[in-house]
């Protein structure tokens, strides 16, 4: 069985082969084919949202400039290696969906089965893209320590971003022509330190009643680019300034996206929108961080 799943210019959904005979379990497969431009060595012009001058408990976006650094001739080729491991090892293995119905049959007499869920990163040229990533290499300057690393799904020099840059325009904005921007060592692990409420109760190794988070920016971002949002943003809001919360509890902070590494069941929704807009399965779906039992 070898299912293409149309319908979503942001990724191509594919079921896989039977993989698990005894388990009943194929892999859903989102195969985002990837364009990563390696910014030019200079000044790389950017807004940040800041605290206004003399008003500190306001915030507004304002101009700031970091310089790219000059990056090694195999430094493309060598981060390429990178992302695709890294979004390998965070997402893959780690969520499943497990067929919620009283029957195991189709209408049309094919069987049921278990989801895995799976991506995969394809390198393509930019006009085949539909992730165009931005790479800045070692940045300096006073900017750098205010870049944020970002994903916002954009539009040019995609298949059918033209559709959604007719709609940026016809609302006075601007196209985007990329979907991500990432540093050099955004593939590593870092540490965040921030509050949790249960601090004090959690062996919390930080002063001031902080606790110590390992998160890859990549990973979280690329959570962002299959449409998930922050771990307690409001409904249907992905990536807003507005919406970047991370929760209050060491538990929901550890949570991909939140400021931590751990897949959450609330991680399947892109699988499951894809399963659903196709009609494949049951009306239900049990999202699972662990693999289902062979049944």
Same mark, same amino acid.
């Given at each position: ?127 085949? /893209?539909? $992730? ?7 940045? &300096?300057?006073?900017?750098? +320590? @205010?870049?944020?690393? %970002? ?121 499951? /929108?894809? $399963? ?7 009306? &239900?779906?049990?999202?699972? +961080? @662990?693999?289902?039992? %062979?049944?």
């Amino acid at each position: 069985m070898t299912d293409i799943i149309e319908g979503r210019d942001d990724f191509d959904s594919v079921l896989g082969r039977l993989d698990n005979p005894v388990g009943g379990t194929i892999a859903l497969t989102l195969t985002v084919k990837t364009y990563i431009q390696l910014v030019a060595p200079g000044s790389f012009h950017f807004e940040a949202t800041l605290p206004v001058p003399g008003n500190p408990s306001q915030t507004s976006l304002q101009p700031q400039t970091l310089t790219v650094s000059q990056a090694p001739p195999d430094a493309l080729s060598q981060f390429q290696q990178r992302f695709a491991d890294t979004i390998d090892h965070a997402w893959n293995g780690k969520l499943w969906l497990v067929h919620g119905g009283t029957t195991r049959q189709r209408s049309d007499g094919s069987r049921i089965y278990n989801v895995r869920c799976r991506v995969r990163i394809q390198y393509v040229s930019q006009p085949e /893209a539909q $992730l165009i990533m931005q790479l800045l290499w070692q940045p &300096t300057g006073n900017g750098a +320590t @205010t870049f944020r690393q %970002n994903c916002h799904r954009g539009g040019i020099g995609r298949p059918h971003g033209g559709i959604r840059d007719a709609l940026r325009n016809a609302m006075g904005l601007n196209a985007n022509p990329r979907d991500m921007q990432l540093l050099d060592d955004s593939c590593g692990e870092r540490t965040l330190h921030f509050p949790a409420s249960d601090c004090s109760t959690n062996g919390c190794t930080h002063a001031a009643g902080r606790h110590p988070f390992q998160q890859c920016v990549a990973a979280h971002e690329f959570g962002h680019y299959l449409g998930l949002p922050h771990a307690c943003a409001a409904a249907g809001v992905v990536n807003s300034t507005a919406q970047y919360c991370i929760g209050n509890t060491i538990a929901s902070m550890e949570d991909q996206m939140a400021v931590g590494n751990t897949k959450s069941i609330a991680h399947t929704a892109p699988w499951l /929108a894809r $399963l659903r807009e196709h009609g494949y399965g049951p009306r &239900t779906w049990s999202p699972r +961080t @662990t693999a289902p039992p %062979n049944t």
